[in-house]
């Protein structure tokens, strides 16, 4: 698995229109939680081994990360880019 991207994850990925900073920096965890949800990965597993979250502690912020990431790399693999 490539590594998580150095730069910090947000709760809430800050949309645009447009291929964004915050999406250059995250697009390899995008296609990882792209990958992990069509492999049928259990959302407690991506949670805490793609986006850092432990589910059990936090789960609603697990489940509005895991939720906002892969709505925008849905987005970007079909209408962004």
């Known amino acids: 698995m490539l590594p998580i991207a150095k730069t910090e994850i947000a709760d809430e990925v800050p949309w ?28 407690d597993v991506i949670c805490s081994t793609i986006l850092g979250i432990d589910p059990a502690k936090e789960p609603e912020r697990a489940r509005k990360c895991l939720a906002s990431h892969l709505k925008r790399a849905i987005w970007l693999t079909k209408d962004g880019l």
Do not use: I
């Not at 995250?26 to 069509?38: C, I």
């Open 16 to 43: 645009s229109e447009d291929f964004s900073s915050y999406d250059e920096a995250q697009f390899a965890l995008y296609m990882r939680v792209l990958t992990a949800t069509q492999a049928f990965t259990p959302e």
